[in-house]
């Protein structure tokens, strides 16, 4: 399917390969020998070595560094699930010669961005409206001792130190892998799942060299539920009366005035 897709709208469509993996069929086709990294090279590879040969365009999702991170959150710690055993798309495993052979670009985690750079409520208003930075959802003080798998610091003066190291390790390797990223010239720029601010953008000196997977819907991570589809008509196509929501959903964004 994926191969004819591409023959049917070539250099129009993109593959990601997810970092997901936490299910049972991936055990069924991967097995359980060995560690992650060595079955997706032995299983996966070959594969997407094939695919790319046939001219499909491949890309990996959500980067992210486990020199950094050892979790994705409090409750994927609490049940002892390491991201080194489920999160496929670890940054230097993508990056190197083998791997970044068959892709024609890579995303960055919003997780990894958003400490980098960093971004949060205090970036300015837009960002402090917006309710993953307004709740500190990535920065308080509980998060951060999970994703580095530590405990939680007692003294507010900790909390922030630790909150600083997680800012300045996850720097660091961003850093580095973008400029990894810039030697080995992939055919589609690098994606950062974030909105930047113009100072970010100067400062990273991302103008022209990468793109950003942002806007308010993307970093809102609202419940299904307050996500409406609607297709509009032409303009001059006169529109149907609308129907009312649906009893017990919220009503559409633009009549909660946030589009």
């Known amino acids: 399917m994926v191969i004819d897709a591409t023959r049917r ?3 129009r469509i993109v593959f990601e390969l997810t970092e997901y993996t936490q299910d049972s069929h991936f055990t069924r086709l991967f097995g359980e020998q060995g560690s992650l990294s060595q079955r997706l090279t032995r299983t ?7 695919m790319r040969q046939v001219g499909v365009k491949l890309i990996a999702d959500d980067l992210l560094p486990f020199s950094v991170y050892c979790f994705d959150g409090e409750a994927s710690r609490r049940k002892g699930h390491r991201l080194i055993d489920h999160h496929a798309t670890e940054c230097s495993t993508m990056l190197s010669p083998e791997w970044s052979a068959v892709f024609h670009g890579v995303k960055i985690s919003l997780d ?11 970036i300015d208003a837009a960002f402090a409206s917006v309710p993953l930075y307004a709740k500190s959802v990535k920065d308080n003080p509980g998060h951060v001792a999970a994703v580095t798998g530590k405990t939680v610091p007692e003294e507010d003066v900790e909390k922030v130190s630790a909150l600083r190291e997680l800012q300045e390790a996850a720097r660091v390797e961003l850093r580095a892998a973008l ?4 030697r080995h010239r992939f055919d589609v720029p690098p994606v950062l799942e974030a909105t ?8 990273w000196g991302l103008e ?12 809102a991570r609202l419940p299904p539920a307050w996500f409406f589809g609607q297709v509009l008509p032409q303009p001059d196509v ?7 929501p649906k009893k017990g959903l919220p009503t559409p964004h633009a009549a909660r005035g946030l589009l």
Do not use: I
């Open 9 to 11: 709208a070539p250099d």
């Open 44 to 50: 996966l590879l070959p594969v997407l070595r094939r």
């Open 112 to 122: 990894w961005v958003v400490h980098a750079m960093p971004l949060g409520k205090q």
């Open 179 to 182: 400029r990894e990223v810039r």
């Open 196 to 203: 930047l601010p113009p100072a970010m953008v100067a400062e």
């Open 208 to 219: 022209g060299f990468a793109k950003e997977q942002g806007g308010m819907l993307f970093e």
């Open 238 to 244: 006169q529109r149907p009366k609308a129907s009312s």
